[in-house]
């Protein structure tokens, strides 16, 4: 059943998301060739009228905007999915499905998980399309290369798994973001009026409660372990052991908390669901 609620979840998502992407690319093309038109025009000493000009500055207006949306909306699609399937009129309908309270909840968070991906992939060819040229990938690992080797004199050795592991970073945070949003949308289920401020009161909340305890936690073990983290801020080989820590540390803290959070919001939507 979780599979056929993905698959309904993507239907109803691509007709936003589809759309959007499609008139951001076609904007980044258009974009590219009026760049290439005004380059050419520098080029050859030629000036445009200012009107002109003026015009031509709509598309970078346009551009920005659909980033922008691109960016934007692939979160609060997310979150606002979840708010009107599970918390209005649409619920009666979900909750009769002979599914769990967990599976509609994974069924959202997957769905969002992979269009944040698919965001971030448009957002780099639309990126590739404006300035991308022969000499671009030359350019890139030059520079990468020099990057690298600077890191690397530091005691920073920048690998492929360190790669991966900031992309495993990276998506845990965003699925942390996620469960949160989720968790203060659950919570609207103890208002009877004013969900809205309930809602963004509770998210408010659960962000600055988690913020807090993490910095705790942190200020106390750098205390408790000054004494070796200065030890490998100085040696070049525990630096890297040091760097692990903190990404792996940091993924550590945000699957517990959003595992504390997922709970809570499943016992929210399984004991305590108030639809009114």
Known sequence: MLKKLIRY??????????????????????????????????????????WLNLLLAIPVLLYVA?????????????VYRFYKNLMTEEGYL???LPVKPIQLMNSKLIVALVWT??????CFLSLMILIFTPDLP????YWWQIFVTGAASEGLYLTTGILVELIVAVLVSCAGFFVQAYTAVAATNFSD?????????????INFASQMIFSILLF???ITLYPQ????????????????????????????ISAVLYAGTHWILKKKLNLN
């Not at 959007?20 to 760049?35: E, H, P, T």
């Not at 991906?117 to 448009?122: C, D, I, P």
């Open 9 to 50: 979840e993507f239907q109803a998502t691509a007709r936003i998301f589809l759309p959007l992407y499609g008139a951001f690319l076609a904007m980044s093309l258009l974009l590219r060739l009026v760049m290439t038109v005004q380059e050419a025009q520098n080029w050859q000493g030629a000036k445009l009228p200012a």
């Open 66 to 78: 659909l980033f922008i949306a691109t960016v934007v909306m692939t979160f609060v699609v997310a």
């Open 94 to 96: 979900m909750f009769t």
């Open 117 to 122: 991906v698919l965001s971030a992939l448009v």
């Open 138 to 141: 030359g350019a890139i690992a």
């Open 193 to 205: 009026s004013h969900k809205g401020l309930m809602g963004v009161g509770a998210y408010l909340v």
């Open 220 to 222: 106390i073990g750098g």
């Open 229 to 256: 983290i200065e030890s490998m801020l100085n040696n070049s080989q525990d630096l890297m052991w040091l760097f692990h820590l903190t990404i792996w540390g940091s993924v550590a803290w945000t699957v517990a």
